[in-house]
């Protein structure tokens, strides 16, 4: 069994940098034709796709948010991490990883909460 587990900092002040960890057990990230994706759900709004990696290390990444964000992965570690730089308030959301495979995600973590504040 998959599981997914994000980890943050929780709060996070306006023009820092956010940096989220999602760690992997039960497969690993290189396994064939699997991606990992970075999905954020703001207050009462719809999910919305950040990035992805995949199994060779291939990154895709939203456009709307490509210019202030990167997604990694640490292959002995079995995570996935993802960085949002430049944050404002509209960035205050729950941030989850999922597995993608053919298209959709097949497994998620239980997300965690990033609050931009002074």
């Known amino acids: 069994q998959v599981q997914l587990q994000e980890s943050g900092p929780g709060l996070v002040k306006p023009s820092q940098t956010l940096s989220l960890t999602c760690t992997v057990s039960g497969g690993s990230i290189t396994t064939n034709y699997y991606y990992w994706s970075w999905i954020r759900q703001p207050p009462g709004k719809g999910l919305e796709w950040i990035a992805q990696i995949g199994y060779s290390g291939s990154t895709s990444y939203s456009p709307s948010l490509k210019s202030r964000t990167s997604i990694s992965r640490d292959t002995s570690k079995n995570q996935v991490t993802l960085q949002l730089s430049s944050v404002t308030p509209r960035d205050t959301a729950m941030y989850y990883c999922?597995?993608?495979?053919?298209?959709?995600?097949?497994?998620w973590g239980q997300g965690t909460q990033v609050t931009v504040s002074s």
């Open positions: 999922a597995r993608g495979y053919q298209g959709s995600n097949d497994y």
